[in-house]
Structure formats: C-alpha cells, structure tokens
C-alpha cells in the first residue's frame, strides 16, 4: 500500500488532534511498521482518512525560561507544548499554575 504521493502536509504539530477511533483502529494495522525511520502517526492517521488540517503554528518551550518569556511566547495561543528541559531551573510549573489552578480529573 502505498502510503504518500504528491504534496504531503505536516500533521504532527503540537496541537491536539481529535480522532475516530474507529478509522483509528482501521489505519494502524495497515503500516509497516517495520520501517527503520517509523512514521508521524497524526500525518498517516489524516493522510490514510482523507482528514484535511487547518494550520496552525507550532510552539513547543524545550528550555528553562523567565515566567515572563514563558507569558509572552504564549500570549494569544490556544496551544504549545513543553519539553522535559524547561523544568529544570525555569518557571514553567510557575506559569501552568497560573494557567490552570484548578486540577484536572487526571491529576491527583
């Protein structure tokens, strides 16, 4: 099965993804898996569904940084990611604090 051909668009981004578990479900067992360099499993999981995306730039904190860098790279976003680096003598836990007092369902 031939998975790409033409232009093919990044679906990997650090933006959440809703899925269908049941296409989900018919998609994986289709992949080679076996290849060495693996696959962006939201890119095939859309290219495989016929799922277009809308845009929307990445932004992933992969370093300690001041509360108020943190602010201002994610003021106005509706999504960014962190990375395990930006804990360690940086103010993230600060800032998602902030962000989110209350705990969620999954925290203890």
């Known amino acids: 099965m031939a998975l790409f051909g033409g232009d ?11 899925l269908n578990k049941k296409k989900f479900l018919n998609t994986i067992p289709k992949i080679d898996w076996s290849k060495w360099y693996g696959y ?7 290219i495989q569904n ?16 001041s509360a108020d860098e943190i ?5 106005g976003r509706k999504w960014f ?5 930006c804990w360690k003598g940086g103010y993230m836990k600060e800032v998602l604090e902030e962000l989110y ?4 369902k999954w925290e203890s």
């Open 8 to 18: 093919i668009n990044d679906h990997d981004s650090h933006c959440p993804i809703l």
């Open 40 to 46: 962006c499993l939201k890119t095939v999981y859309c």
């Open 50 to 65: 016929g799922i277009k995306a809308e845009y929307y730039p990445d932004l992933k904190i992969r370093h300690a940084n």
């Open 71 to 75: 602010r201002g790279a994610i003021a």
């Open 81 to 85: 990611s962190i990375g395990d680096r």
């Open 101 to 104: 007092p209350e705990k969620s």
